[in-house]
């Protein structure tokens, strides 16, 4: 099976090319791959599917991406499907262009969450239209040694982000969260984040099904929003340990830019 490698602020993946959709990805392939010591080592993997090939599968809640020729068929680690995942759809839509899948500078990409529109910037970073965030009131999760309080946030998958008052390097999040279940039946992303200077954010995440990460797309983008005053917009720098993204905020909902970047490709016999 071929593959190819990638990341997004140190948001990695492997990304596999099947766009007549013939693999059959089990969660157990998935698991496989993404271990650092038996496998690949990712924080997740990427499917190259063309959209047609899903058919019947395509979910509901994904039917716009009918319009889009190539599907993100995102899955954590653990090998559960996830929604959406922002870093994810960058590194995806490098590969469309390293590959050659693809053309020009704006294109879309189908995710479980719909069309994504993708712009190419001069400077060789990726913006992402992330669409509308919605904001679903508070809650709170217990860490390690802390109990956290923030906002209940959907960017297309479930976030809890949460504002701290000491450096986030402080936060323990050694351990799985622990959520309240009616508010996330799902679970969550759980994002730590403190502003540091005028329009600028540090943050980490526990990643639903990955365990912490270098960086989380759309918990950035939640990060972002939970910020920003209501009914305002903005545009914030949020720093993550693998680097820093972008966010601009306003009434028609959020971008991120970034860097993504493939670093190796080759064959595996894991599959």
């Keep these: 099976m071929r593959f190819a490698k990638g990341h997004g602020t140190e948001n990695d993946f492997v990304i596999l090319p099947d766009p007549d959709g013939e693999l059959d990805l089990t969660e157990e392939a998935v698991r496989l791959l993404c271990d650092r010591r038996a496998g690949i080592g990712a924080d997740g993997v990427l499917r190259v599917v063309r959209t047609r090939a899903l058919g019947e599968a ?3 809640a994904a039917r716009t991406a009918e319009r889009s020729e190539w599907f993100m068929d995102y899955r954590n680690a653990d090998g559960s499907v996830a929604e959406m995942c922002g870093n994810g759809v960058r590194v995806f839509a490098r590969y469309l262009l390293h590959a050659g899948l693809v053309e020009g500078d704006r294109f879309e990409v189908g995710t479980r969450d719909g069309a994504k ?12 239209d992330m669409g ?9 999760a217990k860490l390690a040694r802390q109990v956290v309080h923030g906002e209940q946030i959907s960017v297309g998958n479930p ?21 309240d279940v009616e508010a996330f039946p799902a679970g969550a992303n759980v994002e730590v984040y403190r502003e540091v200077a005028p329009g600028v954010l540090e943050m980490r995440v526990y990643e639903r099904g990955s365990g912490e990460t270098r960086s989380c797309g759309t918990g950035i983008v939640a990060a972002a929003a939970a910020a920003t005053p209501r009914g305002e917009g903005a545009t914030w720098r949020v720093r993550v340990p693998g680097g820093e993204c972008t966010v601009f905020l306003d009434a028609d909902g959020a971008r991120l830019s ?14």
């Design 132 to 140: 509308r965030v919605e904001m679903q009131g508070t809650s709170s």
């Design 58 to 60: 395509l979910a509901p």
């Design 159 to 179: 976030h809890l982000a949460c504002e701290v008052t000491v450096p986030v390097a402080e936060v323990d999040l050694g351990e799985l969260p622990v959520l």
């Design 258 to 271: 970034g860097p993504a970047v493939i670093v190796a490709e080759g064959e595996t016999n894991l599959i």
């Design 117 to 128: 529109e993708v712009q190419v910037e001069a400077d060789g970073g990726i913006t992402i």
